[in-house]
């Protein structure tokens, strides 16, 4: 553990428990800083001014990118850190970016240690409107990309009214409010309401199938609309109050848009931790097998029975 760690609590079994922590501790030192750092770095990137999905940075994305990246690839136990702002993997025995998976210390390409995946700001296009924004990691115990199931911890920091850090292992989920470098326990063992309240769905209507369509107007009969156009941000009321977050399969689009290993993976972790389920339309996110570093997926977390329904809707095909 690093000198004056935060007092956060980890149940992980695996032997990786000291780097996971590590881990935590970074990103709860980095996230005041990142938060505090927005202001003046909300316009676009002067280089470089997309990512390698082929959105545009701005310079707060490209900036807590190399936070992140200079701290935490700098942990004794990290062996790759990889993020949603740069095409390749960064190796970080040898310190060097390499083609996503093939950055090599040993025969699977992850050394001894454990994969970092960073989305640094997840929603940075709130940055323009002054909304919610987060930053997403999970710590896999395989090289990236990977599976899900290979997560051994996930989490997420929301920069709302307040900084709140939601931390999911196999023992379960804790959110915590960040202040000053220090961690505060608000909720131990998070765990999704019984009763779902809200549900936000991104893309645009026109575009989503029939199917989910269809879906969607029962859904919106049932419970209230509450999308900010920030994962992060909507997932956290879904933890909150109970219901569903979807960014779906699109018409133009059927991989959707999220990305699996930065996006997909942790909150569907993070969601299934807390009780719910996650699902790619057909399957668990968690299941789901991990082709390309930015592949992108549909996603749909939220209270079990609102996910079945989903994948029952979207894999019956209307007349
Ligand atoms: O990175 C993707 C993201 O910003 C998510 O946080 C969010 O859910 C989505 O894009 C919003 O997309 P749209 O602008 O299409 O609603």
Known sequence: MTEGAVGVDLAVEN???????????????????????????????????????????????VW????????????????????????????????????AGSSSTDEDGCGDGLSVAVDPLDGSSNLVSNNPMGTIFGVYDAPIPARGRNLVAAGYVCYGPVTTMVLATDDGVTEY????????????????????????????????????????????SELKLRYGGAMIADVNQVLSYGGIFAYPALESRPEGKLRLQFEGNPIGYIVERAGGRSSNGTRSLLEA?????????PVYVGNTGLIDRLEDAVTHPLE
Request: net charge negative; glycine share 12%.
């Open 15 to 61: 032997g990786y428990g000291s780097v996971v922590h590590d881990v935590v501790d970074v990103i709860v030192r980095t996230a005041p800083e990142i938060r505090g750092g927005l202001v003046g770095r909300r316009g676009t990137a002067d280089e470089e001014n997309e990512n390698p999905s082929g959105e545009t940075q701005a310079e707060a994305d």
């Open 64 to 99: 807590a990118d190399e936070l992140l990246c200079d701290r935490l690839s700098a942990l004794e136990g990290v062996s790759q850190y990889a993020s949603e702002e740069r095409a390749a993997v960064v190796d970080c025995d040898s310190g060097s970016g390499s083609d």
């Open 177 to 220: 409010e960040l202040a000053d470098g220090d961690a505060r326990v608000l909720r131990e063992d998070v765990r999704l309401p019984a009763e779902p309240t809200v549900y936000g769905f991104g893309g645009r209507v026109p575009d989503w199938s029939a199917e989910f369509r269809t879906y969607a107007r029962e859904i919106e």
């Open 289 to 297: 097998e991990a082709t390309g570093l930015h592949e992108r997926t």
